[in-house]
């Protein structure tokens, strides 16, 4: 029974000995248990045999004694009551620890956990042992494409617009709310149709000689998608119908960016290491003036990418950008406020887990581990490393490794090979194509699809309601317009405005901490602590490109949304 009692400690104690947080951009943390895995001994070892093998969750053990019982329960309230942040402390390895940074030779940027999960360009093989001075191909800056999240988003604001055109919806048993649009150019005898559903916009250009007469909308709407089985559709006839469907077609669509800036220096493994950094040295000075200008927070105008610009509650300062016609706000951590009672830095991690692509600035040759810092927003990381020159005078070379989930697809521009740049504007043109480029892909992994679809389908079924709605009041009907005359008297009482472009707005903030989406359960922590996390994480998503949810609210995912608008 004495060595039952003595294995149960031990059993209890280890799941209690390892935690790390796992942020949710701005409402803190999740816990995850992790367990040490034997080490191998040999230094001959490969690079993957010496990373961390993947967390096991420790089954519990219980014991038939009652007491037994009594005692684990008073010990697991005891744990439960401590201080959260020591709960959630997870130090790295320190065998792993020592043997990386005593091995003989060159490590790469980025090294891969034995969990896996994210793919590395170019591969770790690749990265080491390189001059700063050979010859470099691929590094063409007119390569250097910016893609686009949206392509077709902007036909109707550039053809229907201008055009004489109809609008109307209806509700398929199978496909749910439909949004048409139909415009006839009778300058090029062609139909031009767009057909909005819950998945995607389908558009089409259709020549006036297929038909003997001009097509019927559920005819037109089959032609672009045979599963339409609607007998008919509502014609939309509300003088602001325009503004809506414009609102709706555009909302994945952004000027603007935020991306977390990560400073590791020599020997710094950790999580809790990297986000404690203050000091910045002369180098990453450097290299943070090739990415952008640093701006007083205080009273500025431009795209604040969720900083603070009236309080100071954020920091004093930030480095910001604009690049082709697009705003780039930069989350240093060095620049964030620092917390000295606070090994996990929340209000650092906050934004910079809250953002979807960050960038890593390495001073030595510690590697970087892209699974370090827990995040289920942050889906990709761009790894950059000063070379000392050979050449007197010559100034200094980049090399740059890229690391992303394995569900993000690969995404332009090609690093150069070697990925070397010894041209600063160069290499500024690549970065931040890269990292727009970088967000865009990531929005195409699983976890991001879901929560995108999960709005679109949301945003659809208000804008489909709202233009029925007001059609149907504009053509008479009182039932209708008493209806809205009092939803509108509500919305105006609780809110200050109401309708679908708010609605909508609001619904892209909510969206962007769906929970439900991600597939994670909510955390039920202390009220003032969850409210408090909520308010503060207003990071103006909005403007950089998730779509928020939608449950009744407005829209686009890097507006971040009050604590009672929460999905």
Not at 373 to 380: N, W
Not at 507 to 516: P, Y
Request: aromatic fraction near 8%; charged fraction near 25%.
């Amino acid at each position: 029974m004495t060595s039952d009692a003595t294995a149960m400690d031990k059993r209890s104690d280890t799941s209690f000995s390892r935690k790390r947080s796992s942020t949710f951009g701005a409402y803190g943390s999740m816990d995850r248990s992790c367990e040490d895995q034997s080490r191998p001994e040999s230094m001959g070892a490969t690079l993957m045999d010496i990373l961390d093998s993947p967390s096991i969750e420790p089954t519990p053990v219980l014991s038939s004694s009652s007491n037994q019982k009594e005692s684990e329960l008073f010990e697991f309230i005891a744990k439960l009551q401590g201080s959260r942040i020591d709960e959630q402390r997870c130090h790295f390895p320190l065998p792993l620890k020592s043997q990386l940074l005593t091995l003989g030779r060159e490590l790469p940027l980025i090294l891969p956990s034995k969990a896996g999960g994210f793919w590395i360009d170019p591969p770790s093989e690749r990265q080491s042992d390189l001059s700063p001075t050979s010859s470099t191909h691929g590094a063409d800056q007119e390569s250097y494409d910016i893609l686009e999240r949206d392509g077709e988003a902007k036909i109707y604001h550039d053809v229907f617009r201008s055009r004489y055109h109809h609008s109307f919806t209806a509700v398929d048993p199978c496909l749910g709310s439909l949004v048409l649009s139909v415009c006839l150019e009778e300058d090029e005898n062609r139909i031009r149709v767009i057909l909005r559903m819950k998945e995607c916009s389908l558009h089409g250009v259709f020549s006036l000689s297929l038909f003997p007469n001009i097509p019927s909308t559920v005819e037109l709407a089959k032609m672009l998608c045979d599963k339409v089985t609607v007998p008919k559709f509502d014609a939309v006839c509300y003088l602001k119908a325009p503004d809506l469907i414009q609102t709706f077609d555009e909302h994945r669509v952004s000027p603007n960016f935020k991306f977390g800036v990560l400073y590791q220096k020599d020997k710094q493994l950790t999580e809790e290491e990297i986000l404690s950094n203050n000091e910045e040295s002369d180098e990453f000075k450097e290299f943070l003036s090739i990415l952008g200008e640093t701006i007083q927070l205080q009273g500025f105008t431009g795209f604040r990418g969720g900083l603070d610009v009236c309080h100071g509650q954020t920091g004093s300062e930030a480095v910001y950008t604009s690049f082709h016609g697009r705003e780039i706000m930069f989350h240093v951590t060095t620049k964030l406020p620092f917390t000295d009672c606070d090994p996990q830095q929340l209000q650092r991690k906050r934004h910079i887990g809250n953002d979807i692509v960050a960038l890593v600035y390495q001073e030595g040759h510690t590697p970087f581990l892209p699974d370090v810092i827990k995040s289920h927003f942050l889906h990709s990381f761009l790894v950059v490393r000063r070379l000392a020159n050979s050449d007197e005078g010559s100034g200094y070379a980049y090399q740059v490794s890229v690391t992303a989930r394995d569900d993000v697809p690969n995404f332009c521009p090609v690093l150069p090979d070697p990925p070397v740049f010894r041209d600063r504007s160069l290499l500024r043109e690549f970065l931040l194509t890269k990292l727009i480029n970088a967000e865009i892909s990531c929005y195409k992994a699983e976890q991001f699809s879901k929560l995108e679809l999960r709005t679109r389908s949301s945003l659809l079924e208000t804008l489909r309601t709202e233009l029925f709605t007001r059609s149907q009041c504009m053509m008479g009907d009182p039932t209708l317009s008493a209806q809205l005359s009092q939803t509108e008297g509500i919305r105006t009482a609780s809110e200050g405005t109401g309708g679908f472009i708010e609605n909508f707005k609001r619904a892209i903030r909510v969206r962007s901490h769906s929970f439900e989406t991600l597939g994670v359960p909510r955390k039920t922590g202390t009220s003032s602590q969850k409210h408090k996390t909520e308010k503060d994480s207003e990071s103006d998503r909005s403007s950089a490109s998730l779509s928020t949810n939608s449950d009744g609210v407005g829209p686009e995912i890097k507006d971040h949304p009050s604590p009672q608008e929460e999905t």
